[in-house]
């Protein structure tokens, strides 16, 4: 799973109760309150926008909406802010008031504690509801509760059930009902599980490989303990571990994959591929 969070400088979530189709943004009850290229509009800016629901919130009269910006290691979490809108059709108006990296927002409120999102998008991909709603289901009688969200696709649909936690911006794969408590556990301590860990978002593929290869090598499972400084002229990455500095090689290729993407997509499949060469 190394090296397969999405590439994404921000988030947009907005809660949409009942059915989400493949394109939750768009066939959905928010699909016709938004422009048709609005996805696309915030997909060019590399902002992800994700619908989300809660059964906690099953018979709200308003909308809850959350944002965030994405930050590198080493420079601090990027604020996650919410409000709530009194419906569908204000989502729009309220999203192009907020500038995502800025640390005030008029109309919005800071939130101090994580996100936690498990996609369940049936619709796109039958494995995340069937993989993704066991850990929804286990994490409802949990001190989490309030923070966890079905949200819709969020990619890597193999890897389910997927994992994304705000505003780290960070992405765990393959996670099952036993494993997710320890794995929230370890993140309240500033600590990642390593064995579920895809990536995140704020750094290229390359990026991810390298703190995955340095992470695995050293040791290392502290939240923000790795930190990408810069590539040098003979392609090796500057890397800070802690109190040290690293310099690391990797090699990229493009494999076939004999698993299918997806529930119902082809084997054989081109994905890239990882190796390390060395760490100094």
Known sequence: MLATAS?????????????????????????????????????????????????????AQ??????????????GAAPLW?????????????????????????GWR????????????SRHDQCCANRGRPLIRALRDTRWADQVWECSHIGGDRFAANVVVLPDSIYFGRV???????????LDDGRIDLDRFRGRTSLS?????????????LGVDG?????????GGDGAFDVRVGERSARVRIERRMVSVTEPLTCHGRPGQLVPSFTLVSIE
């Open 82 to 106: 919410t409000r709530d809108v009194p419906s569908l059709a204000d989502v729009v108006t309220a999203m192009d008031d907020l500038r995502l990296h800025r640390d005030e927002a008029t």
């Open 176 to 186: 099952e009902p036993d494993s997710v408590l320890p794995l929230l556990e370890m």
């Open 223 to 231: 939240l923000d303990a790795v930190a990408i400084e810069g590539r």
């Open 110 to 121: 800071r939130v101090d504690h994580k996100i936690i999102l498990v996609c369940t998008n």
């Open 62 to 75: 308003n909308v809850r909406l959350y944002a965030c910006g994405v930050r590198r290691p080493g420079r």
């Open 205 to 217: 593929l390359s990026e991810q490989a390298v703190e995955h290869f340095v992470r695995h090598e």
């Open 7 to 59: 590439q994404v400088h921000g988030w947009v979530l907005v809660e949409v109760r009942g059915a989400w189709g493949e394109d939750a943004i768009h066939r959905s009850a928010l699909g016709e309150h938004v422009p048709a290229d609005w996805k696309d509009q915030l997909k060019r800016r590399h902002v992800r926008a994700v619908c989300i629901r809660s059964h906690l919130r099953a018979q």
